[in-house]
């Protein structure tokens, strides 16, 4: 297949010029190659530069790849089991009241499909990042929701990833950001890939905004805590053309010059469907009829199956910043 680029610049263009956004940047990866990059508008109102492949956004709940990532290093490693109860590393969860008296117990494997039965939170958790460990121990021991018996159905949650962090923490005995850093980003090359505003070049860093008033308004970045695992990273379009082209990498290429952190059986693990989410009706983009389209949550990331195989992705939504991945 050909790959029309001009039609890439028209779409983004667009969406700058309807007003959904101050500014955005896009590229496209072939082979685990960034063959095309560009930007629409600005990265901040006070500058007339337009984003890059190299401008660094919050990229929000794409960071969950990188925290199931690190969860599955550490089952390589002989660390942790995915089938290991929660309150094995977090006791402050063993008198959390379950739905049921026959409902099991929480496993790592619940918090990496979104099928703890924890009830999706979006709104509250965007706003929790900053929140401190000593907090978090707190809230978890003042009991938790569920909306469905753990195992058993698929639910977005944040807490359930924010709860793998702190297992990570735990199980490598240093903070879940330095895991990631060392494990991860540091052998990957991913420079631009960081948890806070302070880490970025300033000439590189875009803002967020909102939309307010029918004018956009900043917004402040918030700091690093317990919830940075459920969508803490910034990163750039160049450095995500390299965290894609490692998932894609795993089902071809050579396997012996493969260096990638993590295992490519465990990469293709990742991108299979492990908790099956009910068919829904989408919209066709020139207002036709909706089809319905199937898939599922692997690890960190979702499946979704097409009549040309299956289209792996992630989005992320975090106040002032919006951002998605996929890849066939």
């Not at 500058?47 to 199931?68: C, E, G, W």
């Not at 907090?135 to 978890?140: D, G, I």
């Not at 469905?148 to 977005?156: D, L, M």
């Amino acid at each position: 297949m050909k790959l029309d680029l001009n039609q890439v610049d028209a779409i983004f263009g667009a969406l700058v010029a309807s007003g959904h956004a101050p500014g955005v940047a896009y590229g496209v990866v072939v082979d685990g190659e960034l063959v095309h990059s560009g930007g629409a508008g600005v990265d901040r109102l006070d500058s007339d530069h337009t984003p890059d492949q190299n401008s660094v956004f919050r990229i929000a709940s794409l960071t969950k790849s990188f925290t199931a990532s690190v969860v599955l290093r550490l089952r390589d490693a002989g660390a942790l089991n995915l089938d290991d109860a929660v309150h094995t590393y977090l006791p402050e969860v063993a008198g959390v009241g379950l739905p049921t008296v026959d409902s099991p117990a929480l496993t790592i494997r619940h918090l990496l499909t979104m099928s703890a039965g924890l009830p999706t939170d979006d709104a509250w958790a965007d706003r929790q990042e900053s929140m401190t460990d000593d907090s978090f121990a707190e809230f978890l021991r003042g009991g938790i929701s569920f909306i469905s018996t753990p195992g058993t159905a698929f639910e977005y949650s944040n807490l359930g990833f924010a709860m793998l962090g702190r297992i990570i923490t735990r199980v490598a005995g240093r903070d879940y950001r330095d895991e990631v850093r060392s494990a991860l980003l540091g052998p990957l090359g991913m420079r631009r890939t960081v948890y806070t505003d302070e880490e970025v070049d300033a000439a590189q860093l875009t803002c967020g905004y909102r939309r307010a008033g029918g004018t956009w308004v900043p917004l402040p970045f918030d700091r690093p805590g317990v919830f940075s695992a459920i969508g803490g990273l910034y990163s750039s379009v160049a450095d995500l053309a390299t965290w894609v082209g490692g998932f894609t990498a795993a089902f071809s290429g050579n396997e012996e010059r493969d260096d990638h952190p993590l295992n490519r059986a465990t990469r293709r693990d990742m991108q299979q469907v492990q908790r099956f989410i009910p068919a829904t009706p989408v919209l066709s983009i020139d207002g036709g009829d909706a089809w319905a389209t199937s898939g599922g949550y692997g690890y960190g990331l979702f499946v979704e199956q097409h009549s040309t195989g299956p289209v792996i992705s992630h989005p992320g939504g975090y106040p002032g910043y919006g951002a998605h991945m996929r890849w066939s």
